[in-house]
């Protein structure tokens, strides 16, 4: 089982970035997908969810990201825009499943990709 994310790169504040996270070995149709971030010296933060018909999203980046998926596909997206230095981070996709539709909680999801790395020049 593996989630493979990729898309970071280099952008100016304003810009846009769109992550994707291609799963393998499974498939996550009936699994949260959630994008968490991490900053150096900081804890991972929840950045967005998505399970069926539904999307969640921290206050953070609500207006600005939006969360996708492709289950034919078995690829979740994360559109970024109107990015923000503040944004700069690895991001990170995840799945899990619980009795919640999603949690912000990094510890519900279950399998982990590795990080992409966004940097966002001021």
């Known amino acids: 089982v593996q989630l493979q994310a990729s898309g970071g790169g280099l952008v100016q504040a304003g810009g846009s970035l769109r992550l994707s996270c291609a799963a393998s070995g499974r498939t996550f149709s009936n699994y949260a997908m959630g994008w968490f971030r991490q900053s150096p010296g900081k804890e991972r933060e929840f950045v967005a969810a998505?399970?069926?018909?539904?999307?969640y999203y921290a206050d953070s980046v609500k207006g600005r990201f939006t969360i996708s998926r492709d289950k034919a596909k078995n690829t979740v997206y994360l559109q970024m825009n109107s990015l923000k230095p503040e944004d700069t981070a690895d991001y990170y996709c995840?799945?899990?499943?619980?009795?919640?539709?999603?949690?912000?909680?990094?510890?519900?999801?279950?399998?982990w990709g590795q990080g992409t790395h966004v940097t966002v020049s001021s």
């Open positions: 998505i399970n069926g018909g539904s999307q």
């Open positions: 995840a799945a899990g499943r619980g009795s919640s539709l999603y949690s912000p909680a990094p510890d519900w999801y279950d399998y």
